[in-house]
Nanobody, 118 residues
């Protein structure tokens, strides 16, 4: 059974930092790309950051220079370090594990709330 469990969300003041974690089980973690996405109220879910199985990272323009995605294959965990947070970063943050080559897979976590107060 595949599980992606996010943690680390919460309430923080503008300018503060949070570190999100996503612990995966039931998958071959090291061969999957991992991503963080977010969805604010009334908005569509959007990409925040991706890290491939080889360690290549991609970021949304809105978070470049402030957020850092990383992975620890030994712990089956992906992280999102978020610095210089602003109220526009308020959203539910979701972890995703996927593989675009055969066998294709696509799994999502349940999400963790991040609220940034001004």
């Amino acid at each position: 059974q595949v599980q992606l469990v996010e943690s680390g969300g919460g309430l923080v003041q503008a300018g503060g930092s949070l570190r999100l974690s996503c612990a995966a089980s039931g998958i071959i973690f090291s061969i999957n790309a991992m991503g963080w996405y977010r969805q604010a109220p009334g908005k569509q879910r959007e990409l925040v950051a991706i890290i491939t199985s080889g360690g290549t990272t991609t970021y949304a323009d809105s978070v470049k220079g402030r957020f850092t995605i990383s992975r620890d294959n030994a712990k089956n965990t992906v992280y999102l370090q978020m610095n210089s947070l602003n109220p526009e970063d308020t959203a539910v943050y979701y972890c995703r594990s996927y593989r675009t080559t055969i066998p294709r897979t696509d799994y999502w976590g349940q999400g963790t709330q991040v609220t940034v107060s001004s």
